[in-house]
């Protein structure tokens, strides 16, 4: 039975392209990206074109057998290994990689799912365009991957997460059949959004194997600038007006708290973070803007000399070269690692309302403090999505090992509780996977979540593509 | 069985909100606004709230009735009228037309689905806010029609369709239960898009009763100007270079062919159509700035010069007042009625890549004369998203309604093959309906329908919302 679907995949795809324990190590596939996940796959397939997916599929539902599709494997939920039957297949789209097509005048490109983020965004820069998805893991994410759920990132207040940079989605059904529907049409109305449908769903539906993308003109000037504010609710007035005086200007609105950066700050003293010491909070803006380096600085300066005024910026520094500018988004970047560096932590990826977002600091960071005294809140994120990175530091001086282990479901709970309360989400732009397809029954509308069983049962009755992810069986 | 079924409609929403034809002319609501079906409903039910919406739907699924959704019934393919049969009900919104929330620091609003469109609009602009979805029948459109369908309209090319505004729903199922789906947050990945799912499908599987929307500022000021071009390549060029140097700055980009203006300088002689009489082409263009108005007006003469350098433009004018640039406005939306009073007329709604359509109208303008000698083709619509409203006026002195009779389907049928071979959309912003359904089959992927079919039996199994719609039976 297992020697027959190994020859089956085999025939699909080739006998190099079938990787097995016997012969390869498939650790890189069998464990997700923070380690928190080792599964044990049959067999590890690396089709090469759209076909052989299709083929693979049919191969694996003609033997019973279940898929899990990956692309770079850095998801952060546990959605692209293998569980630990040893029955699954990883379908790798790796070598799916090639740019089909750009087309300058519909301001559109063509990639394969397997394509790694950062090669996208230099195949539209090589165009003199921009493909605006931004992300810790553009060096090793494929675009597929970034589809499959829904990424976020950095430039989302602008340009929107990966759902509305995509047009047109090429995917095979659990049949193993094509939907050709790779469309470079901003407006079409023929039938049901499936393409939005299978944009996050994460394998679940269908496999994505290749995309039309959403591009757009370079901007003549991207200036970058720090601002420390005296409070979360400065941070969040301070966003409202950039967003009036910048409009789609406002390409980045990051918030950092001064527990995160006094981890940068610690562990990598190297980077020289600004303004941190006196201020609850530090901004980081970015101003993209079409007309050029000097209106860019006017437009900045204005906006930041406004905001003190108003008693919004305690301080500001604009960068004064491009070097300079990396500088303050590495500092943003390196609060993970930073914070991995002082000790295994909880992390979170919520979001909220703008405007109830200081309200919801203050409830959550007291409730926290009551319930688990000395505990340390590393809270950063892009405020200008109401995306926060409420992450949870065991106590200075305390075991973080045993901490996470006695304490990480009662924080998850406590977090999540007040999540909900502000009508927020548990997940804004990591997804479900595994990690979290068992919370998603307490903190879901239950009619939604019936629907999307409907939906599932539908398009996947057998199960068989990624299950247990989203939905738990 | 009737009269049970009625009396179980007035115990949903009380007597007075359930018309009959023995107590009502129900002429409004069974005739769509192109006036091509009139069809006959059991009743008329209106109710008040999101339960009673439940309500009725629990009573017509209890009595085996359909029902059809109806928000201004002013749609453009036959989708919100009842059928022939006089057993289907006609579930109207507009009493459920509250602004139920505005949250300035969140920029959002949420309303109920029979708000009109500009009453939206007009609320988000007391609080010093933007909605931007702008269509000719705001006046008398709901909102959740335009979500329904997924409208469109003339500031798509920065702000997106209806789908790419709206945050989170409120929908009554076939079941008659409430997704509370009404959410303000930019980036939530637990789970499959339902959102998605309901904008677009036109009442067939489900009833939208609220969403939240995005607002954007007001901009500081908005200029609207009028070019003549040499070429309809030219117009993509002049697009290129004005999404180059306004970027998000552009909010119109509009294309009007000579005889369509003709049909306006002839019909409505007082509104002075400029530039249209040497030209095959002209565009109107909108910038709105978030600087003001000295600022937008020496971007657009930046623009208009360069473009004139390169032979993009032959002539321009810059509207110098808002009244002035209403008239350039109401100018290309009075092509529509133009049109109309010249006689009947076959009306597309197509969209094709952008780098594309100059090749497609070449391509089609040939065909059509080639096949129908003297036709006029009335071209003209929303270049900046590829969306044509590319209309076919018989040849002068012709019988119009003969014309139509005889050669109605043959002219689509020649369109349409064109568009599908421009790997185009047969139905860019009006939606399917009834109209376009019987085409669908010819035109959309087989997998794709095939899909659709699926889904709306997975959530509709009783084929009871607006059967008929979007899918052939």
Redesign the interface.
């Known amino acids: 039975m297992k020697a027959d679907l190994l020859n089956a995949l085999r025939a699909a795809v080739g006998p190099a392209q079938v990787l097995t324990r016997d012969t390869h190590d498939l650790e890189a596939y069998e464990r997700d990206w923070r380690q928190r996940a080792h599964g044990r796959a049959l067999a590890v397939v690396r089709p090469g074109s759209t076909d052989e997916v299709a083929a693979v599929v049919r191969a694996c539902a003609a033997h019973g057998a279940s898929l899990v599709p990956q692309g770079g494997n850095t998801g952060l939920v546990v959605g692209s290994v293998p569980d630990d039957s040893g029955t699954q297949v990883v379908l790798s789209l790796q070598r799916l990689n090639a740019v089909r097509a750009i087309?300058?005048?519909?301001?559109?490109m063509t990639v394969e799912a397997g394509c790694v983020l950062q090669a996208v965004q230099q195949a539209a820069e090589a165009e003199g365009l921009l493909f605006p998805l931004s992300l810790a893991a553009e060096g090793s994410c494929t675009i597929g991957g970034n589809l499959a759920?829904?990424a976020?990132g950095t430039q989302?207040?602008?340009y929107?997460?990966a759902?509305?940079l995509c047009l047109g989605l090429e995917v095979v059904?659990p049949e193993g059949?094509?939907?050709?529907?790779l469309?470079?049409?901003?407006?079409?109305?023929?039938?049901?959004?499936?393409r939005?449908?299978f944009?996050?769903?994460e394998g679940t539906?269908g496999i994505i194997t290749a995309a039309t993308l959403k591009l757009?003109?370079q901007?003549a000037a991207t200036l970058t600038a720090w601002a420390s504010v005296p409070s979360l609710q400065a941070a969040?007035?301070l966003?409202?007006l950039a967003?009036?005086?910048?409009?789609?200007?406002l390409t980045g609105f990051e918030v950092m708290g001064q527990f995160a950066l006094s981890l940068v700050a610690r562990h990598m003293p190297q980077l020289r973070v600004p303004l941190w010491q006196d201020t609850p909070y530090c901004v980081l803006l970015e101003n993209s803007d079409?007309?050029g380096e000097d209106h860019a600085r006017a437009?900045f300066e204005g906006l930041l000399e406004a905001a003190m005024e108003q008693g919004l910026v305690s301080d500001a520094v604009v960068a004064e070269s491009i070097a300079q500018a990396h500088a303050l988004w590495h500092i943003r970047e390196s609060i993970p690692l930073a914070q991995a560096q002082e000790g295994l932590n909880i992390k979170h990826d919520i979001?909220?309302?703008?405007?109830?977002i200081p309200a919801f600091c203050d409830e959550a960071d007291a409730l926290l403090q009551r319930e688990i005294p000395g505990v340390r809140l590393v809270n950063f994120g892009?405020l200008g999505?109401?995306?926060l990175h409420y992450n949870v530091q065991a106590p200075a001086g305390a075991d973080a090992k045993y901490f996470l282990q006695t304490q990480e479901s009662r924080v998850n709970q406590l977090v999540f509780d007040t999540v909900a309360r502000y009508?927020?989400?548990?997940?804004?732009?990591?997804?479900?996977g595994s990690l979290?397809a068992g919370h998603?029954p307490h903190?879901?509308?239950p009619?939604?979540?019936?629907?999307?069983r409907?939906?599932?049962?539908?398009?996947d009755p057998h199960n068989r593509f990624n299950p247990g992810r989203?939905?738990t069986p």
């Open positions: 087309d300058r005048a519909n301001l559109t759920t829904n976020g989302v207040l602008r929107g997460n759902r509305e059904t059949e094509v939907w050709h529907g469309s470079g049409l901003r407006k079409d109305n023929t039938g049901y959004d499936l939005d449908l944009v996050g769903s539906l757009f003109p901007p969040v007035d966003l409202g967003q009036q005086r910048l409009a789609a200007g079409s007309e437009q979001s909220i309302p703008v405007s109830r892009h999505d109401g995306n009508h927020g989400s548990i997940s804004a732009e990591h997804g479900v979290k998603l903190f879901k509308d009619v939604a979540l019936a629907l999307m409907r939906i599932k049962a539908a398009l989203v939905l």
